[in-house]
């Protein structure tokens, strides 16, 4: 699996913008981007995944390197209920399709 | 409404006494996972499922079990277990492989303490 690293924490106004950077510099050329979020006492959430363009849906924009050894989650206008962990994962491929590994992700304090 | 569900939420037990905790799907997912969350150890994966019975370890596997008879239920049997298996457990589904489709859908949680 390729390796990740995140900042530990970050944090946030409201209504500001916020970019959380990861740097994957191993990910292999056939391995996703995944972005996923754990909001306190509950699950781990999707948020985004990309290959190699820049990817935008309702919840956040994902920008990626131009080299893939680093990626940038984008959230354009944080709120008090995008406070949580986010994890960065480049999705193996091989028999590990489906497998995510979680590292000790982004802890994101919004302020009102 | 497209979910994943876990029973029980919570969960106190003794050591020894067989527990299962069961997972549902109504996604109509191929692939199907069991993972543990520990303060400092993060989330790491027990089982996992690529269809209807097939089954394999992942990085965790010591102490558990789980099978899939139908492709909507993934259960996780403790058949003793001990005080190590307190944890938050998490299962997960997806349509196989996840690549292209990239989103895992994880249920609420179950809270296990063994004592």
């Known amino acids: 699996d390729a390796k990740t690293t995140q900042p530990n924490s970050m944090e946030s106004n409201e209504e500001e913008p916020v970019h959380l950077p990861c740097n994957h510099s191993?990910?292999?050329?056939?391995?996703?981007i995944h972005w996923y979020r754990q909001l306190p006492s509950q699950g781990p959430e999707y948020v985004i995944h990309?290959?190699?363009s820049n990817v935008n849906n309702r919840m956040a924009s994902l920008a990626i390197a131009e080299d893939r050894k680093s990626s940038t989650l984008i959230l354009h206008r944080a709120t008090l209920r995008d406070a949580a962990v986010y994890y960065c994962?480049?999705?193996?491929?091989?028999?590990?399709?489906?497998?995510?590994?979680f590292g000790q992700g982004t802890i994101l304090t919004v302020h009102p | 409404e497209a979910q994943v569900t876990q029973n029980p939420r919570y969960l106190i037990t003794v050591t020894g006494k067989k527990l299962t905790v069961t997972c549902s799907q109504n996604?109509?997912?191929?692939?199907m996972s069991w993972y543990r969350q520990d303060p400092g150890l993060g989330l790491r994966q027990i089982y996992y499922?690529?269809?209807?019975?097939?089954?394999d370890k992942g990085d965790v596997p010591e102490g558990y079990k789980v099978s899939r008879k139908e492709k909507r239920n993934f259960p996780l049997i403790l058949e003793s277990p001990s005080p190590n298996q307190t944890s938050l457990y998490f299962c997960?589904?997806?349509?196989?492989?996840?690549?292209?489709?990239?989103?895992?859908?994880f249920g609420p949680g179950t809270r296990l303490t063994v004592t």
């Open positions: 994962i480049p999705n193996a491929g091989g028999t590990s399709y489906g497998k995510l590994t």
């Open positions: 990309g290959l190699t």
């Open positions: 996604m109509n997912h191929e692939y």
């Open positions: 997960a589904s997806s349509f196989y492989p996840l690549q292209g489709t990239g989103e895992q859908y």
């Open positions: 499922s690529m269809n209807v019975e097939v089954t």
């Open positions: 191993t990910i292999s050329g056939t391995d996703y």
